[in-house]
């Protein structure tokens, strides 16, 4: 994480606590216990009780909402998630009702917690100041604009910096792809950051890239949802020793099926509008429908992304729409948990950006793909993959 990233993430939670009021809430439940366990018969006490756990519900809720994986992430990378996790008040709760016939337990419990996040938010408080004291901040997006970052777990490449190249090649490729298929011309893919606990890629991008990536991730990300009742049922087949079967090769046909469609919704969306030679559009939907598999499977095996826009109220029609899209999708992505079974690539199907089947299967041998038909698929790249 940039120190750059840092400072965002820490302006991030302390607005987010004053806005939803959280460390208050928490404070006004421990005030009320404590009151409790000294006169327990007393209305007035239960009842700033509920009032203060209600409230502290409420901020609680808006948690999930309010943080975008990748945020997660940060925040959990520094000892933040179980101050702003959104089962806090849940647990709060259970702690009051567990003991309400011995609430000075419950008030103990309330009264770690409390102190601890109090802690915390001091912390990040006083780095807030220190980091603006040193001039750091955080690149702020100007109005009318948005921005996107790609977060490359290690597991993707194991740390081999080939491996770490194909992943950079892939994202060039992508971007330049669906920006020659939307505005008729490549973009040269330009970095804007780069940080390496998790290396995340930000990237310069147009805007009408930017929408159509977050709504073709957004299309797999909601279809996700039925693969993964599929793996749930594969894995019951499982448990119950009935691999091997029909119904097993069905589901993997429905997984097959599902992507497939995502697959070609996605780039008929990316190509609707293309005005360009119908020999080139051919060979750009060769392209985009290996990157946007490519791109699938990858999400399923770790990768994220991340999107940013910044609304403009002097903005043209078009201009809003997108960026009202970019923001709304951004907040609602929830990407996938890595599993050790990936359903749609294992690592040995990717061979320089090509994609041998969508299933996970053991390492394809690279005798079967040449250099020519690597550049056949991806004509766009000026770039040899290989």
Same mark, same amino acid.
């Given at each position: 994480?940039?120190?750059?990233? =840092?400072?965002?993430?820490?302006?991030?939670?302390?607005?987010?606590?004053?806005?939803?009021?959280?460390?208050?809430?928490?404070?006004?439940?421990?005030?009320?216990?404590? +009151?409790?366990?000294? &006169?327990?018969?007393?209305?007035?006490?239960?009842?700033?009780?509920?009032?203060?756990?209600?409230? /502290?519900?409420?901020?609680?809720?808006? =948690?999930?909402?309010?943080?975008?994986?990748?945020?997660?992430?940060?925040?959990?990378?520094? #000892?933040?998630?179980? /101050?702003? @996790?959104?089962?806090?008040?849940?647990?709060?709760?259970?702690?009051?009702?567990?003991?309400?016939?011995?609430?000075?337990?419950?008030?103990?419990?309330?009264?770690?917690?409390? !102190?601890?996040?109090?802690?915390? =938010?001091?912390?990040?408080?006083?780095?807030?100041?220190?980091?603006?004291?040193?001039?750091?901040?955080?690149?702020?997006?100007?109005?009318?604009?948005?921005?996107?970052?790609?977060?490359?777990?290690?597991?993707?490449?194991?740390?081999? *910096?080939?491996?770490?190249?194909?992943? *950079?090649?892939?994202?060039?490729?992508?971007?330049?792809?669906?920006?020659?298929?939307?505005?008729?011309?490549?973009?040269?893919?330009?970095? %804007?950051?780069?940080? !390496?606990?998790?290396?995340?890629?930000?990237?310069? &991008?147009?805007?009408?890239?930017?929408?159509?990536?977050?709504?073709?991730?957004?299309?797999?990300? @909601?279809?996700?949802?039925?693969?993964?009742?599929?793996?749930?049922?594969?894995?019951? *087949?499982?448990?119950?020793? =009935?691999? #091997?079967?029909?119904?097993?090769?069905?589901?993997?046909?429905?997984?097959?099926?599902?992507?497939?469609?995502v697959v070609e919704e996605s780039t008929s969306l990316v190509l609707i509008d293309y005005k360009g030679e119908p020999t080139r559009k051919n060979e750009l939907e060769t392209a985009i429908k290996q990157d946007t598999k490519r791109l699938f499977g990858q999400i399923e095996r770790g990768?994220?992304?991340?999107?940013?826009?910044?609304?403009?109220?002097?903005?043209?029609?078009?201009?809003?729409?997108?960026?009202?899209?970019? !923001?709304?999708?951004?907040?609602?992505?929830?990407?996938?948990?890595?599993?050790?079974?990936?359903?749609?690539?294992?690592?040995?199907?990717?061979?320089?950006?090509?994609?041998?089947?969508?299933?996970?299967? %053991?390492?394809?041998?690279?005798? +079967?793909?040449? %250099?020519?038909?690597?550049?056949?698929?991806?004509? !766009?790249? %000026?770039?040899?993959?290989?």
């Amino acid at each position: 994480m940039t120190a750059q990233k =840092l400072y965002g993430t820490l302006k991030f939670l302390d607005a987010l606590d004053n806005k939803l009021g959280l460390q208050t809430n928490l404070e006004a439940i421990l005030a009320a216990l404590t +009151s409790l366990v000294a &006169a327990p018969a007393q209305p007035t006490y239960q009842s700033a009780l509920a009032d203060a756990m209600a409230g /502290f519900e409420a901020a609680a809720a808006k =948690l999930r909402d309010s943080i975008t994986p990748s945020r997660a992430t940060a925040i959990a990378d520094m #000892g933040g998630a179980e /101050f702003f @996790d959104p089962l806090i008040a849940e647990k709060v709760k259970t702690s009051i009702q567990s003991n309400a016939m011995t609430p000075s337990v419950a008030m103990d419990f309330v009264q770690y917690l409390a !102190s601890r996040r109090d802690a915390f =938010l001091g912390v990040v408080r006083s780095a807030i100041q220190s980091l603006e004291e040193l001039n750091i901040r955080e690149s702020a997006l100007a109005p009318g604009t948005a921005d996107l970052a790609f977060l490359i777990p290690r597991d993707l490449f194991e740390n081999h *910096l080939d491996e770490f190249a194909k992943e *950079l090649r892939f994202i060039d490729r992508l971007i330049r792809d669906l920006s020659e298929a939307l505005t008729g011309q490549p973009q040269a893919v330009e970095l %804007k950051e780069l940080s !390496s606990s998790i290396p995340t890629i930000a990237v310069v &991008a147009g805007l009408i890239v930017i929408d159509r990536l977050a709504t073709i991730v957004n299309k797999f990300l @909601d279809a996700w949802k039925k693969l993964e009742e599929i793996r749930d049922i594969r894995a019951r *087949l499982k448990k119950a020793g =009935l691999t #091997g079967t029909r119904t097993e090769d069905e589901l993997d046909e429905k997984v097959t099926t599902i992507v497939e469609e995502v697959v070609e919704e996605s780039t008929s969306l990316v190509l609707i509008d293309y005005k360009g030679e119908p020999t080139r559009k051919n060979e750009l939907e060769t392209a985009i429908k290996q990157d946007t598999k490519r791109l699938f499977g990858q999400i399923e095996r770790g990768l994220t992304i991340e999107f940013r826009a910044v609304p403009n109220p002097s903005a043209g029609e078009e201009d809003k729409k997108a960026l009202g899209n970019v !923001s709304t999708l951004s907040q609602n992505m929830q990407f996938p948990e890595v599993t050790n079974e990936p359903l749609l690539l294992a690592s040995g199907e990717i061979l320089e950006g090509e994609i041998h089947g969508m299933k996970a299967t %053991k390492k394809t041998s690279k005798t +079967s793909t040449t %250099k020519k038909e690597v550049h056949k698929v991806t004509k !766009s790249d %000026k770039t040899e993959d290989g």
